[in-house]
């Protein structure tokens, strides 16, 4: 008879330049939506733990922001983080676009690995976009700025050889304990994940320039006797009285679809009626602020 199979488990890290879809394959990965995701840089800014069990064993991600250069002490703080993930964990999995143009960033990236002793997995996310005969070239641009464990086309949005992914991981990872239940899927505490899909849907929702000056903070969140209804009151800060007109919008259009298209994804993580209410408050700098950066929530 077969040996059963021994329980594993470990810590794997996601990195990536921005809007390679790391995000949405941890999304995929556990199959809810836990860390937002957008088509702007910088989505991600705390460090978001998901874990996922199954009979083979347990994974916990940790989506990290962008190694990118610091702009700012909100930019160095999260390049700190980044950078000391790849020491801890058990497994990189490093996304990259279905592309053989390897700038400067993925540069930077390959020169950091060379420190760390972790195994790398390429993932080589967005196939659903390219021809499957282009792939090859992909893999062949990469295998010369590094070496890696494994390489692997996924599609994250699709779902498309994210099964084979998670197969190959259980494989690298060994033997361990069960860190959580098997009902835990993140670390993130409600409020918090809250806060991150208000700053989603203005980040989708508004032009380039403001979302990066944006950040959220929840001023009341409480159920109503009966469980039938949650009330969430939530301030959205932006840097500049003129950033404040535009979130607002035209009669409070902008504001309205934000918190409209917000509701809906809060009222699914809940599995409950919302009512939320929104506001903008403007706080000059307040990226500069270490204050106001663990104020919302940013810290290690
Ligand atoms: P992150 O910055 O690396 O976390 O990237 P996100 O997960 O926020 O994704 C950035 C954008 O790429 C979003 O608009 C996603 O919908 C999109 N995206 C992510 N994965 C895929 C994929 O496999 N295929 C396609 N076509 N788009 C994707
Ligand atoms: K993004
Ligand atoms: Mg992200």
Known sequence: MAKKQEFRSGFVTLIGRPNVGKSTLMNRMIGQKIAITSNKPQTTRNRIQTVYTDERGQIIFLDT??????KNKLGEYMVSVAER?????????????????????????????KNVKTPVFLV??????VAKAEILTFIDAYKEIADFAEIIPVSALKGENTDEL?????????AGPQYYDEDTITDQPERQIVS????????????????????????????RPGGTLIDIDATIVCERNSHKGIIIGKQGSMLKKIGTDARRDIEALLDCKVNLKLWVKVKKDWRDSDFLIKNFGYRS
């Open 65 to 70: 922001p962008g190694i990118h250069k610091a």
């Open 85 to 113: 993930t790849l020491r801890e964990v058990d497994l990189i999995l490093w996304l990259v676009e279905p592309t053989t143009f390897i700038g400067a960033g993925e540069r930077h990236i390959a020169e950091q690995l």
């Open 124 to 129: 080589i996310n967005k196939i659903d976009t």
């Open 166 to 174: 998670l197969e190959s991981m259980f494989r690298y990872l060994e």
């Open 196 to 223: 991150e899909l208000i700053r989603e849907k203005a980040l989708r929702n508004l032009n380039d320039e403001i979302p990066h000056g944006v950040a959220v903070a929840i001023d009341r969140m409480k159920e």
